[in-house]
């Protein structure tokens, strides 16, 4: 557990620097859940900023957070970063599913309530 965890907070500090390829291989190592979703969210993060990749930053940030979810199902914020990849994507379906299910695990977060109306909102106007 020490060493998944070291790993986990190289990743964080190779993250934190700027070092995308370090911070995934360390995050990687680690194995934690916790690790695919701070991936994830790096991903998503690093595909913004690459207009020409932008489609392919996204797929490979979904499938960070779908490996966290499958690692631990049971943390909203797993789901709502899913909910928001796939939103980016334009996949409102898929992001409604998520976010439903990030709602379940916590009814009363308001940011998820949020996110489901601009979802709802997408969705009404296909």
């Known amino acids: 557990p020490f060493l998944t965890e070291t790993y986990y907070l190289i990743g964080e500090l190779q993250a934190g620097q700027g070092d ?8 990687l190592s680690s194995g934690l859940p916790k690790a695919y ?6 991903s998503a993060k690093v595909a913004s ?19 966290a979810i499958h690692l631990d199902p ?10 928001l990849i796939d939103f980016r ?3 409102y379906r898929q992001a409604e599913q998520a976010i439903r299910k ?25």
Do not use: C, M, W
């Open 102 to 126: 990030a709602l379940a695990l916590e009814p009363k977060n308001r940011n998820y309530q949020q996110g489901l109306k601009q979802i709802s909102g997408k969705l009404a106007a296909d």
């Open 49 to 67: 900023g690459e207009k020409a990749d932008t489609e392919r930053g996204l797929e490979t940030a979904r499938r960070y957070a779908q490996e």
């Open 37 to 42: 979703h701070a991936l994830a969210q790096l």
């Open 89 to 91: 994507r334009g996949d």
């Open 20 to 27: 995308f390829n370090a911070a995934e291989k360390a995050y």
């Open 74 to 83: 049971n943390v909203a914020s797993y789901y709502n970063t899913l909910a």
